[in-house]
């Protein structure tokens, strides 16, 4: 199955910086997604971008795919301390049954310094 | 609020025992999934159930069993036969598993470890 890593593994930036992460994948997709993870929490739902989507904004977040790099960047403008989490990336195709299920990352775990 | 309830939020599991986690949702979603997460390690499918009564395994379904009794309800059982159990456990939803371009949405996880 295929499955989107992320990029950096771990990044430590100050509050009011932008933070960015790549997440890159290798085959052809329906869609990309990015979540977000909260210390023992689950992972809640960011932003979907379609594969014939470029860009797609969201509140301080925005979200790059191109899909001739197989690659995805997550841009959080003006970080909070409250942005510390991890962030995954989730991609997928059809499968032959018809079903779509979504594989992700390893995860970038972003702290954010007050 | 809708949403995905999971319980408990910490188990422990003695040798040779099997345990049960609990997923229950009341979005209305006929889609219902089984994640585990270790440390460093991204998302890895357990199972997954499209309506009730259906589920097919996923990556990693050896050593687990679920059903699918009821819409609401995706419970896992991690069986003896697994040997390495310690993990967190993550259920999600999403409204139909056919669907490319919907978001899952998860619970708050159940953390399993070895007594």
């Known amino acids: 199955s295929q499955q989107g890593e992320e990029d950096p593994q771990a990044l430590s930036i100050q509050e009011g910086e932008n933070a960015t992460m790549n997440c890159s994948y290798k085959t052809s997709i329906n869609n990309l997604q990015w979540y977000r993870q909260n210390s023992g929490r689950g992972l809640v739902h960011l932003i979907l971008?379609?594969?014939?989507?470029r860009e797609k904004h969201s509140g301080r977040l925005r979200v790059t795919l191109d899909t001739s790099k197989k690659s995805s960047s997550l841009l959080i403008t003006a970080s909070r301390a409250a942005d510390t989490a991890s962030y995954f990336c989730?991609?997928?195709?059809?499968?032959?049954?018809?079903?779509?299920?979504?594989?992700f990352g390893r995860g970038t775990s972003l702290i954010v310094h007050p | 609020d809708g949403g995905i309830t999971q319980s408990p939020k910490y188990l422990f599991r003695k040798e040779g025992q099997n345990v049960t986690l609990s997923c229950e949702q009341n979005?209305?979603?006929?889609?219902m999934y089984w994640y585990r997460q270790d440390p460093g390690q991204g998302l890895r499918l357990i199972y997954y159930?499209?309506?009730?009564?259906?589920?097919q395994k996923g990556d990693i379904a050896e050593g687990y069993s679920v059903s699918r009794e009821k819409k609401e309800s995706f419970p896992l059982t991690v069986t003896s036969a697994q040997k390495n159990p310690t993990a967190f456990y993550l259920c999600?939803?999403?409204?139909?598993?056919?669907?490319?371009?919907?978001?899952?949405?998860f619970g708050d996880g159940t953390r399993l470890s070895i007594l």
């Open positions: 979005l209305n979603h006929d889609a």
């Open positions: 999600a939803s999403s409204i139909n598993v056919r669907l490319a371009n919907q978001p899952q949405h």
């Open positions: 989730a991609t997928g195709t059809h499968a032959s049954g018809g079903s779509y299920i979504p594989t």
């Open positions: 971008i379609r594969s014939n989507e």
């Open positions: 159930s499209q309506i009730v009564n259906d589920f």
